[in-house]
């Protein structure tokens, strides 16, 4: 007896719905669409840049799944709000509530044959299949481009990893820290005796941008030839990306520099400096904010200094410019002196404390951040909004994280499977 039925009649029939079916954050919206609406996203990511590519998707409307190891993925419980609680009851990581807000959750194990089956049948009805794992993971999971488009020639393929395919460490894993001391960043920030990486995650995230970018352009190049094709993302090729413009630098002049703090190479003042009561970080670049800079501190001869003549220059005798900004800080307090320079157009910020984000009043204003509720928190997680606007067809979250399998029943009885055959797989330990 084939307990799938027709899937392809009841698909439509769940774009109608989900909106419904789907548990919502307090302030989640149930009005977003997005550009999006009606296209089908399985997501095999792990960690951000492939569970971000998707929730970009997501967040402009698509219809997320996102498939995990029947025990939860490794991604699900890094940073847990509640350290040794379960899945459900606050042991969900902060990483996985940002990165999985308008999905679907399915359980489902790949690598056996009937979980094989399932993925055939879900990627039929794919627009879009996310996974950044290495390619022999890939292959053997049956997630290969050439395996995908035999059963769904539409079927675009988005994949991320740490450093391409086709290059000698094509099967290597790696990670975003991996990727910044490859490219020559961690090596010019910090200081010159110790490499430094980033504390955020930038080259996961930029790779997660830029393969959602890539997407997108595969759609459209879909509507005019009606074929799909792979996305291929690399953390690598996102972080020489990124640190490009000096790579250019060092081939075309050697300059061979080295990491000098919190100050520029290329224009100054730029540095954090600190005031009575916290630090600021003050950035000039061009002759017009350095010519209202030397007006504020009083040092108008230094427009005609030549040490401090062009940009460079500046960044040359930078810690002479960044002396004098300090001097001038260490008299006000971090809301006198950024007044102070507002007033004058110098860009400047405060440095803050996570703590200090959280509660900043432009932040808020801007509702950059959206309160949203998960079991087992304390309260609801200020998780970010999607971070691109459009005017007339915006994205935004409509719903919380999935709780660890918690739409499988669900996605399998639109497949066609019963409850009896649903209750057969969890048995057989396939979801």
Request: with cysteine; proline share 7%.
């Amino acid at each position: 007896m084939d307990l799938r039925g027709s899937c392809s009649e009841r698909y439509s029939e769940l774009l109608l719905t989900i909106r419904t079916a789907i548990p919502r954050g307090p302030t989640g919206s149930d009005d977003v669409s997005g550009v999006l609406e009606g296209i089908k996203v399985l997501d095999f990511g792990r960690y951000i840049a492939g569970p971000y590519c998707a929730t970009l998707l997501a967040d402009m409307g698509a219809d997320v799944i996102r498939v995990e190891k029947r025990e939860g993925s490794e991604d699900r419980f890094v940073q847990p709000v509640v350290p040794d609680a379960p899945a459900g009851e606050g042991g969900e990581g902060t990483m996985f509530l940002q990165l999985n807000r308008n999905k679907r959750g399915m359980t489902l194990d790949p690598m056996c044959d009937k979980g094989r089956e399932i993925v055939s049948q879900l990627v039929a009805e794919a627009d879009v299949v996310v996974a950044n794992l290495p390619p022999q993971t890939l292959s053997a999971m049956g997630l290969d481009y050439e395996t995908l488009s035999a059963t769904n020639p539409k079927v675009i393929l988005t994949t991320v990893s740490a450093f391409g395919h086709g290059g000698p460490y094509s099967n290597r894993v790696g990670f975003d820290g991996v990727a910044q001391a490859m490219s020559g960043a961690a090596y010019l920030t910090g200081r010159a005796d110790e490499p430094t990486k980033s504390y955020a995650p930038w080259v996961d995230f930029g790779t997660a941008v830029l393969s959602a970018y890539g997407t997108m352009a595969a759609l459209m190049a879909r509507q005019q030839t009606g074929k799909g094709q792979m996305v291929e993302g690399a953390l690598l090729a996102t972080a020489l990306n990124f640190f490009n413009f000096h790579l250019i630098e060092q081939d075309l002049r050697g300059t061979d520099r080295k990491a000098i703090g919190n100050r520029s190479p290329y224009a100054g003042p730029a540095d954090c400096v600190q005031t009575k009561d916290g630090w600021i970080f003050v950035q000039v670049i061009g002759d017009p904010l350095f010519k209202r800079w030397a007006k504020l501190m009083g040092e108008e001869a230094w427009l005609s200094d030549p040490r401090f003549s062009d940009d460079l220059k500046r960044g040359e005798h930078g810690e002479i410019l960044s002396q004098r900004t300090a001097d001038w800080a260490a008299q006000y307090t971090m809301e006198e002196a950024l007044n102070i320079l507002g007033d004058a157009r110098i860009p400047a910020g405060p440095v803050y404390s996570p703590a200090q984000a959280l509660e900043d009043p432009h932040i808020q204003a801007m509702k950059y951040m959206t309160p949203v509720d998960f079991p087992g928190l304390p309260h609801p997680a200020p998780v970010m909004e999607t971070p691109i606007k459009l005017s007339d067809t915006p994205g935004g979250i409509r719903h919380r994280a999935p709780l660890l399998g918690e739409h499988t029943d669900a996605i399998l009885t639109d497949l066609g499977y019963n409850s009896a055959a649903i209750d057969e797989l969890r048995a057989q330990g396939v979801i």
